[in-house]
């Protein structure tokens, strides 16, 4: 069965450093989708994106995050100063095009930031 | 924003008991989607309920939508260890833009 995969599984870095979590959606999937868990807490949504941008995005989603599908298989979320708070699961998900298809997520990117 | 209160957080049970979690929320959705997760895994996928009132079975998991569309509720008989996880409720906004997750219910199934 096709499935959604996130690289790398875990990335630690320096307060400050900018990070990209990479992600490639199931391959006919048409929406795509970041998440975050924090440790213990709920799954909160980061973005949505479709047709090339993003159609819904959260608070948590400030100026220091970016999207981008630079080539046709490839997801990524970008964060250009790490702080340590943004420490957390990072979970990509992707959908079909099918009214209320389900969202496949991803096994996630343990981000740490120190 | 749309807020799912899930009840309860935490569940510790016998094998053999019978359990149910409950997913309530003011607002309306499209659909309901109930997840199971893991340790170190991303959610994975139980049931999507649509229509109102909807009941819908998966082995000896039972969810149900509420008729106003606004709550769900999961119900496992006879709970096996195998049950054991974080069972997350998640609904649909009506453009499919976002789906907004509730905080969970973690569940202990003992031998």
């Known amino acids: 069965e096709p499935e959604v995969t996130q690289t790398p599984s875990h990335q630690v870095t320096q307060m400050g450093q900018e990070v990209i979590l990479r992600c490639v959606p199931i391959?006919?999937?048409?929406?795509f989708y970041w998440y975050r868990q924090i440790l213990g807490q709920k799954v909160e949504f980061l973005v949505s994106f479709y047709n090339n941008e993003i159609s819904e995005k959260s608070e948590i989603f400030d100026d220091q995050f970016s999207v981008e599908r630079p080539d046709g298989s490839n997801f990524t979320l970008k964060i250009r100063s790490t702080k340590l708070e943004d420490s957390a699961m990072y979970f990509c998900?992707?959908?079909?095009?099918?009214?209320?298809?389900?969202?496949?997520f991803g096994n996630g990117t343990r981000l740490t930031v120190t | 924003t749309q807020l799912l209160e899930q009840s309860p957080q935490f569940l510790s049970i016998q094998e053999g008991e019978n359990l149910t979690v409950y997913c309530n929320s003011s607002?309306?959705?499209?659909?309901l989607q109930w997840y199971r997760q893991e340790p170190g895994e991303g959610p994975v996928l139980l049931v999507t309920v649509v229509t109102g009132g909807e009941v819908k079975k998966l082995k000896r998991l039972t969810f149900q939508f509420g008729d106003a569309r606004k709550d769900s509720s999961l119900h496992i008989t006879a709970a096996q260890p195998g049950d054991t996880g974080l069972y997350l409720c998640a609904g649909d906004d009506n453009a499919g833009n976002m789906l907004t997750f509730g905080g969970g219910t973690r569940l202990m199934v003992k031998p």
């Open positions: 391959s006919n999937h048409l929406y």
């Open positions: 607002s309306v959705f499209s659909s």
């Open positions: 998900a992707s959908r079909g095009q099918a009214y209320n298809s389900p969202l496949h």
